[in-house]
Every structure is written in C-alpha cells, then in structure tokens.
C-alpha cells in the first residue's frame, strides 16, 4: 500500500505532459522552418529522405510558417528544424513561437538560423546562440559583427561521444561554411567543436528551453555537408533524441517505510 502511495505522489510531480505522453506509433513528424536563404531545395529534401522510414517531413516558408505555431496547429508536427534566417516578427508571432517551444515542442536549428531574428534576444535564448550582423551586446558583453567563410574543409571534433545525438560518431572531415565570433550561451551541453580558426570553436550543442530539448548544429550550408554521412547520422540521432519522451522517475524495490 505505501508503495502504490509513492508511485502515485511521483507522478503527481510531474506535468501532464510528462506524466501522460504516449508511446509513439508512428514516424516523427518533422516541420522544417526556412525562409530568408537560399539553399538546395532538392538535395537538402535528399538528405532529409535519406534518414530512413521513421522521420518524416513537410517544408514551409516563413511568413507562412508562422500558422504552424498556432494552438490548433502544434499537433500536426512533433519537432521543428529550423533552417531559415528570417528578420521579421510581430510581437503575437513572437508569443506564439515561445510559447509553443517553452510548453515542449523541441527544435533542431541548423547553420543559418542562428543569424536569424536579429532584433529578437529571446530567439537567442530559444537556440542558444546567434550570429551578429551588427555590433550587439548580450548582457554585459558586447559582440563585434560576426564573421564566415565559404566552402572550407576542417575537421570536427566530437567533444561528447556518450550523448545520444553523437553515440557512434568519430571525428570527421566536412567541406562547410564556418562562421567566426558569434554568441554561445553560458551552460549549454557543447557537443561538436573545431580547432579551424576561421570558427567559433564550439559549433554543435545542446540545451533545454522550457520543456523542450534544444539542439543547435553550425554546420549545413550546402550540398557537401548535405550528403556527409556523418552530419546525417548526426541530424538524424538529433530528431530522434529531442522527440524521445522523458523518462519515468525511478521507483525503489521494497517498502521504504
């Protein structure tokens, strides 16, 4: 009896969303968010193709995009990947966004979507990072305008390889667009970082926005990094993990009374 007392007091801690999230049946539903860049729309859906039967995805274009956020529409999708690098939002479209994010919607941000909503410091906050096209302070610190250089090879370094989005990843090569002096928030899990000196050197990490799981990767401006094989085991351990459900608390053996 005092047993089924505790099991019922631990989930009464919980949320309803953690406490009551179902196992999923089906395939993660991706929502990819772009707008603002260009980009290789066909080799890029390749890509996102090529991460097997369990992700699927749709594509919409910011402003459109914005609808997404919506109450009646959070459930059509499980997990954003931003890839996008719009500037303009109202500030509705601003409560609506943090909103769905802070209440679990978890995000993949990719490459140029840190140098998105310049004038917006909670989307720093949401991703945990940002590109600066002007000077910019971020609490005390101040920012010169960032910096980037187009089709290098460099090497990345996996700085955490027991965390489900890198498990099984090595070191690698990538032919990428690097980007220099831009903003890491204090207190992310880094993942991914490079020694290429024409880089920030922390250039893949993780954080919790909310309730959500936030996953950040620098890299993904072309078709080379679109057909790495390990940025899309990478991409696609990212989708798997953000979308995975929190774990139950641990109910000890015996009668703790």
């Known amino acids: 009896m005092h047993k089924v007392i505790l099991i019922i007091l631990c989930l009464a801690i ?5 406490a009551q999230q179902p196992e999923r049946t089906g395939p993660v539903r991706v929502l990819v968010v772009t707008g603002g860049h260009s980009y290789n729309k066909e080799m890029f859906m390749q890509m996102m193709e090529s991460l097997g039967d369990n992700i699927t ?3 919409e274009e910011l402003p459109r995009a914005y609808d997404y956020f919506l109450v009646q529409n959070r459930d ?13 939002i109202d500030n509705e479209q601003k409560r609506n966004m943090t909103e769905c994010i802070r209440m679990g919607k978890p995000v993949i941000a990719l490459h140029h979507s840190i140098c998105a909503f310049d004038n917006w410091p909670e989307y720093f906050r949401i991703i ?5 096209h002007n000077e910019t302070t971020v609490g005390t610190k ?5 910096s980037y250089v187009h089709d290098l090879k460099f090497v990345v370094k996996v700085s955490n390889q027991n965390h489900p989005v890198t498990k099984g990843v090595k070191d690698f090569e990538i032919n990428d667009e690097t ?4 903003y890491v928030e204090e207190g992310v899990t880094p ?11 922390v250039i893949g990490w993780t954080k919790k926005y909310g309730k959500a799981r936030i996953v950040t990767l620098q890299s993904g401006h072309d078709v080379p990094t679109y057909e790495n094989p390990s940025f899309r085991r990478i991409l696609k351990q990212a989708i ?3 979308t995975e459900p929190p774990p139950l608390p641990v109910i000890p053996d015996g009668d703790p009374f």
């Not at 919980?14 to 953690?18: D, R, T, V």
């Not at 945990?128 to 600066?132: D, I, N």
């Not at 993942?191 to 050197?201: G, V």
């Open 191 to 201: 993942l991914l970082t490079t020694s290429e000196p024409s880089s920030t050197p």
């Open 240 to 242: 798997e993990w953000v």
């Open 128 to 132: 945990g990072g940002k590109y600066f």
């Open 14 to 18: 919980l949320s309803p969303a953690e």
């Open 179 to 182: 980007y220099k002096g831009y």
């Open 142 to 146: 101040s920012f010169e305008p960032s």
């Open 57 to 59: 995805f749709d594509i």
């Open 76 to 88: 059509k999708y499980d997990v954003l990947l931003f890839y996008h690098m719009f500037q303009e």
